[in-house]
């Protein structure tokens, strides 16, 4: 019986040694996605102020979209263009938590204040077969 019971328990034990994880999540981040992502940031960083002003103007009205979503625009494009500059200097380093992951607070963990991994498109986007409502 006690055979029996340790032939189970190892056979349980290494039933679960055959599972393997094919790609890591982190196989996407390499050095040359840390360069385009670099550049994509610096390149179209600015469309993060009208995108934050039709954002405001729905959540706060027209007074605040074009007060604080000016603001909050424009610093979140500095920040972006920032963060781009950054990574195109250090695109060959794993500079963040030893990988080439982006710095920045992700939009999934802080849907307000975070970013998205890259800056967002405004009108038609590429990666929908339609376009979306706009707001303007």
């Keep these: 019986m006690k055979k029996l019971l340790l032939t189970l328990l190892a056979v349980g034990v290494t039933g679960t040694g055959f599972a393997d994880i094919q790609a890591p999540p982190n196989s996407q981040q390499t050095a040359i996605h840390k360069l385009g992502r670099g550049i994509s940031n610096v390149l ?3 469309s993060e102020l009208p995108v934050r002003m039709i954002q405001v103007n729905e959540h ?3 007074n605040a979209g074009f007060g604080a979503g000016v603001v909050e625009g424009a610093t979140r494009s500095v ?3 920032g963060y781009g500059i950054l990574e195109i200097a250090t695109f060959p380093v794993k500079t963040y938590k030893r990988s080439y992951r982006a710095r920045y607070q992700n939009i999934e963990y802080d849907p307000y204040n975070g970013y998205a991994e890259f800056a967002p498109e405004i009108g038609w986007q590429s990666k929908f077969r339609y376009g979306r409502k706009q707001n303007f």
């Design 44 to 46: 179209y960083g600015l």
């Design 60 to 62: 706060s009205g027209n």
């Design 79 to 81: 920040v972006r263009v």
